[in-house]
């Protein structure tokens, strides 16, 4: 049981450059979730999904799309990548945040560096 | 909406001593609590989680929580801390209302020094 994958794990960008980063989960999760992690600030939510299909905000969206065509996978973008972007990314996902099982399952992370 | 603050950002402790990682929240609406842990270069993975019942929980590793309603804490605890347990820790709530998208804190570094 593989959990949630990111793909990749590590990248360097020069500025305005694009990438996608590839969250995949197996456990058939409504929730998707795209955090960023920089030191001092913990977790900050970017973008999350609430089924397939749906996308919403989250706290820090400005530069990132997200798309979740099929459920078992969620898609960040950043179309003209920043420095001020640089940073560890973190997808999640969780059940029905109402239910019992409704603590969320994070991958490994990838850590994207913008020169 | 909801916010979570965990009052200390760095916590050293020597091996076998008890230590307590803090956390405080506000919400509008009633709340689901957790613990997450973070060991180095890897994702967090669940401690602990409040959702009903019992004030007292009680996770992996040896450790537990108390959920204290009126002053809207979440403090984590354990006896007596190994090495092993040096990593970052994290407060989070998920309202049960709204979004139902939990909040994270900004996490506590323990240290566990031998």
Known sequence: NAGVTQTPKF???KTGQSMTLLCAQDMNHEYMYWYRQDPGMGLRLI???VGEGTT??????????????????FLLGLESAAPSQTSVYFCASSYSPTGTN???FFGQGTRLTVV | AQS????????????????????????????YLFW????????????????????????????EAEFNKSQ??????????????????????SPLGGSYIPTFGRGTSLIVHP
């Not at chain 2, 993975?45 to 009680?58: M, W």
């Open chain 1, 102 to 104: 409704t603590e969320a």
């Open chain 2, 72 to 93: 809207t804490s979440f403090h984590l605890r354990k006896p007596s801390v190994h090495i092993s347990d040096t990593a970052e820790y994290f407060c989070a709530v």
């Open chain 1, 11 to 13: 990248r360097v960008l």
């Open chain 2, 36 to 63: 997450y842990v973070q060991y180095p270069n890897q994702g967090l993975q669940l401690l602990l989680k409040y959702l009903s019942g019992s004030t007292l929980v009680k996770g992996i590793n040896g450790f």
């Open chain 1, 47 to 49: 973008h999350y999904s």
């Open chain 2, 4 to 31: 979570v603050t965990q009052l200390d950002s760095q916590v050293p402790v020597f091996e076998e001593a008890p230590v307590e990682l803090r956390c405080n929240y506000s919400s509008s609406v009633s709340v």
């Open chain 1, 56 to 73: 919403a905000k989250g706290e820090v969206p400005d530069g990132y799309n997200v798309s979740r065509l099929k459920k078992q996978n």
